[in-house]
């Protein structure tokens, strides 16, 4: 009995054809029957009932069927040992981050073709958990953290884009100050579900001698662009890795002046920890593609919460 047997014979029980089991082999069928043959003398037994219609096992062929899978198995973790171990980097993030990633996760597969990069998303909380506990070794998130054992390195600023309907009376302009809008509402979810964005524009309007004017919180069933739309006086903000991804038909995007409206993008690691080799090339290229101002060294920033 050899490992080829058993792999003809696997790949004939789970197709239930000698025909189809040949090609997927990419042997004939003739040489499949004969080892399925050679296999059935040296157990002692018919591993399959044949007919013209089918081929279906026997007794003897259902209980060869997870031994001829676990040998298998083990034969390819033999075969493994002669090769270097795979190394593995778990990123977590929300959507928003996903397009902008993929350029910095193929460059750092490129350098490294043996590492397997696992990109999880999660909320923010679920992020910073994951890396605490070990779960996840990088959590892209905007804003920094203040939790003992995490630290945050700073990959970029991102700007927030304002967006109006084209029915707005500002939106004839493509920038556009703060004071200006301090006279119509700006439309944002719930202060508990984006802590960081109520706070930077609260802060720039602070900045500028202004208060901000909140409208009615927007449902979590509602997106900010279409709220907007039906509310014509009203404006919102969006991060621009978000803005770049959104349809514009209807809307118009604007800049903010002076570049109050920016916000951090770090990524959370756990603080003392020696970093691979591996994970300091993914975040130098982080950097580079997630945030087009991103610093091009990354630098490590002080806990500050957010």
């Known amino acids: 009995m050899d490992f080829r047997q058993l792999r003809y014979f696997l790949a004939v029980g789970e197709e239930?054809?000698?025909?189809?089991?040949?090609?997927?082999?990419?042997?004939?069928?003739?040489?499949?029957?004969?080892?399925?043959?050679?296999?059935?003398?040296?157990?002692?037994?018919?591993?399959?009932?044949?007919?013209?219609?089918?081929v279906t096992l026997t007794p003897s062929g259902v209980r060869l069927m997870p031994i001829a899978a676990e040998v298998l198995s083990l034969e390819a973790r033999a075969l493994e040992v002669g090769h270097e171990p795979r190394g593995s980097i778990r990123i977590t993030a929300n959507m928003s981050f996903a397009s902008q990633s993929l350029d910095a996760i193929s460059r750092v597969r490129e350098r490294h073709p043996n590492l397997d990069v696992e990109f999880?998303?999660?909320?923010?909380?679920?992020?910073?958990?994951?890396?605490?506990?070990?779960?996840a070794d990088l959590a892209l998130i905007r804003g920094d953290v203040d939790r003992p054992g995490l630290?945050?390195?700073?990959?970029?600023?991102?700007?927030?884009?304002?967006?109006?309907?084209?029915?707005?009376?500002?939106?004839?302009?493509?920038?556009?100050?703060?004071g200006e809008l301090a006279h119509y509402p700006l439309l944002l979810p719930p202060r508990n579900s984006q802590v960081l964005l109520h706070r930077v524009v609260e802060d720039a309007f602070v900045e500028v001698g202004r208060r901000v004017r909140l409208g009615p919180p927007i449902a979590s069933d509602h997106t900010a662009t279409?709220?907007?739309?039906?509310?014509?006086r009203a404006w919102t903000v969006l991060y621009a890795g978000t803005a770049a991804d959104t349809p514009h038909k209807g809307l118009k995007f604007m800049r903010e002046t002076d570049h109050r409206l920016r916000v951090p993008v770090c990524g959370v690691v756990r603080s003392g920890a020696s970093p691979t080799p591996e994970l300091e090339f993914l975040v130098?290229?982080?950097?580079?593609s997630i945030v087009p101002a991103a610093t091009t060294a990354p630098a490590r920033v002080r806990d500050s919460g957010s």
């Open 16 to 54: 239930a054809s000698f025909s189809r089991a040949a090609e997927r082999c990419f042997i004939s069928q003739s040489a499949i029957s004969h080892q399925i043959a050679k296999l059935e003398q040296e157990v002692g037994a018919k591993l399959f009932e044949r007919s013209t219609r089918k």
């Open 226 to 232: 279409l709220e907007v739309i039906t509310n014509p």
């Open 120 to 135: 999880v998303i999660k909320d923010f909380t679920d992020r910073v958990n994951a890396v605490a506990s070990g779960e």
């Open 284 to 288: 130098q290229a982080l950097a580079h």
């Open 151 to 178: 630290e945050a390195i700073r990959l970029g600023i991102e700007d927030l884009v304002i967006v109006t309907s084209t029915r707005h009376p500002l939106s004839a302009f493509s920038t556009v100050e703060l």
